[in-house]
């Protein structure tokens, strides 16, 4: 089997892409690990930025979208209580839209026109500098697919980063001593907006999928387990660590989904390895608590999909040439806030009472400075690309 580009993984960032080379005449397989209906059961991410938004209708897949997607104007943070709303659309002039990553991933699935391969064993990645060919093992059989260019959209466990020999590549990281448990509950939402609230027994995360369905998340410490988390438990403790009138004000019902994601801060650098390149998750990892890490990974790979456009259509390289550095420049600005958003709402042990009185001061500042809204606001909606 023979194509032009070999993408890896069916997540967001692989499914964009082989769509935007689908409607670009460009010939490309998708090969998923896992089944369709496995990638569409994890519930991720529930916020995009205009630019994402703009990349979905580029795509035209963004019908559902338009009809179902819940525009938001602004976001509420809560330290210990006290309330801090920051007006998008008054600071900056622009919203984000909540629609769930299944949703995204469900559209994108139902537009594919290309090959995907699902449910592919021992996926491996050969002569990335030479002739590169991935190589999968279905029911006992091992197949192989020459290509021109191989994208890794394999998330952080694929076996794309992996395939790179160590010293070609340089990677930062930092984790964190706690994770964030989900739920998901067919429930009104608490509020219209999304509210982020620091509290001394940890962070909380107020979020939603449409008007009837919502997602709620407490920090927990990274070795805790999902099994120790009765429903009514993790409703008692997110009561806890909202505002009275919020807690007052939330419905509860039994769980749909559960889980535990660890939080994480990590980017590999460069992008590229002859003809092997790296895009969303699979080159880097954002805390969730600024909502980028589904954005990262669909301005990475609209980044990558003009560049091979150029490369076929105009037989220049000058776009794979700059891939690298111009996901990159990005990647890091969305590492920075999603650090800070992280820094300023968490419980860390290690810092202390003094931690704790600089975050108070930062939530204080924010509350008096327009300036500093006006920076967070322009960051939450996405700088430009
Ligand atoms: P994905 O979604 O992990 O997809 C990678 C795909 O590759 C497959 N795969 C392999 N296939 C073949 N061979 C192998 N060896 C393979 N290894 C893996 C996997 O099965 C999978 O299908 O990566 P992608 O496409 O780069 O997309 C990234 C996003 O999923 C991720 O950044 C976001 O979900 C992060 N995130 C959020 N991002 C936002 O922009 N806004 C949010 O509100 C937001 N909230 C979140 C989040 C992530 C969370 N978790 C669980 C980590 C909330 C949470 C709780
Ligand atoms: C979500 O709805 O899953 C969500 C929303 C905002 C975040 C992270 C996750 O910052």
Not at 283 to 302: C, E, R, W, Y
């Amino acid at each position: 089997m023979r194509t032009q580009v070999a993408i890896i993984g069916a997540g967001p960032a692989g499914l964009m892409l082989g769509r935007l080379l689908d409607l670009a005449g460009i010939d490309n397989v998708i090969i998923e690990r896992k089944s369709a209906d496995y990638v569409l059961g994890r519930i991720r991410a529930g916020v995009l930025e205009q630019g994402s938004v703009d990349l979905m209708e580029r795509a035209q897949v963004a019908g559902r979208l338009r009809a179902e997607g819940l525009i938001h104007h602004g976001t509420d943070l809560s330290f210990d209580g006290d309330r801090l709303r920051i007006d998008f659309t008054g600071l900056v002039g622009k919203h984000v839209t909540v629609y769930g990553q299944t949703e995204v991933t469900r559209d994108l699935m139902e537009a594919r026109q290309g090959n995907t391969i699902y449910e592919a064993g021992n996926v491996a990645i050969h002569d990335f500098d030479g002739n590169p060919a991935v190589s999968w093992e279905r029911d006992g059989v091992t197949h192989r697919l020459d290509c021109d260019y191989i994208a890794g959209c394999d998330g952080y466990h694929g076996v794309s980063r992996a395939s790179v020999p160590q010293e070609a590549l340089t990677t930062f990281e930092r984790t964190y001593p706690f994770g964030w448990l989900g739920i998901l509950v067919d429930k009104p939402p608490v509020a219209h907006e999304l509210i982020y609230a620091h509290h001394e027994r940890g962070f909380a995360l107020c979020s939603q999928r449409s008007n009837t369905r919502s997602r709620y998340y407490v920090q927990v410490p990274t070795d805790e387990k999902v099994e120790n988390w009765s429903d009514d438990r993790f409703w008692d403790e997110l009561r806890l660590r909202l505002n009275p009138e919020t807690a007052e004000a939330l419905q509860t019902g039994p769980s749909i989904e559960k889980s535990i994601a660890p939080l994480r801060s990590f980017v590999a650098e460069p992008l590229r390895f002859g003809k092997l390149f790296l895009a969303g998750d699979a080159a880097h990892i954002v805390p969730p608590t600024g909502a980028k890490g589904l954005n990262l990974a669909m301005s990475d790979v609209a980044i990558l999909a003009d560049a091979m456009i150029e490369l076929y259509a105009e037989k220049s390289a000058a776009g794979i040439d700059n891939y690298s550095q111009r996901a990159l420049a990005r990647i890091w600005k969305a590492e920075r806030f999603s650090w800070w958003m992280t820094s300023l709402l968490h419980t860390f042990p290690e810092t202390g009472r003094f931690g704790r009185r600089i975050q108070r001061a930062e939530f204080d500042y924010l509350s008096g400075s327009h300036a500093a809204q006006q920076v967070l606001a322009e960051n939450y909606v996405g700088l430009p690309a």
